[in-house]
Antibody
Framework: QVQLVQSGAEVKKPGASVKVSCKAS????????MHWVRQAPGQGLEWMGW????????NYAQKFQGWVTMTRDTSISTAYMELSRLRSDDTAVYYC?????????????????WGQGTLVTVSS | QSVLTQPPSVSAAPGQKVTISCSGS????????VSWYQQLPGTAPKLLIY???KRPSGIPDRFSGSKSGTSATLGITGLQTGDEADYYC???????????FGGGTKLTVL
């Protein structure tokens, strides 16, 4: 069965960086785009971007450009999301989500499997 | 402020029906597929509806989706206490070149 297992909770100081991992199993890792979505406490879902695990190509939401880096290691079927220059309002649960897209994966598809989430707390 | 507009909350009694609206524009809902997600308290979102009105395997037919113009609707019939959750609509926005979500709707089953 498809599983996305994320790394554990992190506590970071303002200005630091955090790298969250998402290990995929139960399917061909390179066959599906991986997206990252975050959710601040008590708030809604915010899309951050995606990575194409096959090519390594990425597409970041404008808000996060220059600030987020998404990478992958196909040898261990793991995607990573690194956010730099953390601020207190980056405190959130970060989710990876697999996208099923029949054709147009740049803009199409839907999130059929989600990781369990990783809480990142930014506090001095 | 979310690009897609959902009511903050809806409520209904067990066994009743409820609908949740999701309003957008021609750059998002009007020209792209809509999906819906259920988020139970303390858990990750779960896919409920994709491509406007399709249900993944394992999702009961009590859940339905529809789209008309620049709005989409999630319907839930035969409400159960286990349906209490936050519900989000999502789609692609061609103008923003970004995935967008509604602000979420909290369903209370009285």
């Amino acid at each position: 069965q498809v599983q996305l297992v994320q790394s554990g909770a992190e506590v970071k100081k303002p200005g630091a960086s955090v790298k969250v991992s998402c290990k995929a199993s139960g399917y061909t890792f390179t066959g599906y785009y991986m997206h990252w979505v975050r959710q601040a406490p008590g708030q809604g879902l915010e899309w951050m971007g995606w990575i194409n695990p096959n090519s390594g190509g990425t597409n970041y939401a404008q808000k996060f450009q220059g600030w987020v880096t998404m990478t992958r290691d196909t040898s261990i079927s793991t995607a990573y999301m690194e956010l730099s220059r953390l601020r207190s309002d980056d405190t959130a649960v970060y989710y990876c989500a697999r996208a099923y897209c029949g054709g147009d994966c740049y803009s199409g598809g839907y999130f059929d499997y989600w990781g369990q989430g990783t809480l990142v707390t930014v506090s001095s | 402020q979310s690009v897609l507009t959902q009511p903050p909350s809806v409520s209904a009694a067990p066994g009743q029906k409820v609908t949740i609206s999701c309003s957008g524009s021609s750059s998002n809902i009007g020209n792209n597929y809509v999906s819906w997600y259920q988020q139970l308290p303390g858990t990750a979102p779960k896919l409920l509806i994709y491509d406007n009105n399709k249900r993944p395997s394992g999702i009961p037919d009590r859940f339905s989706g529809s789209k008309s113009g620049t709005s989409a609707t999630l319907g839930i019939t035969g409400l159960q206490t286990g349906d209490e959750a936050d519900y989000y609509c999502g789609t692609w926005d061609s103008s923003l070149s970004a995935r967008v979500f509604g602000g979420g709707t909290k369903l209370t089953v009285l």
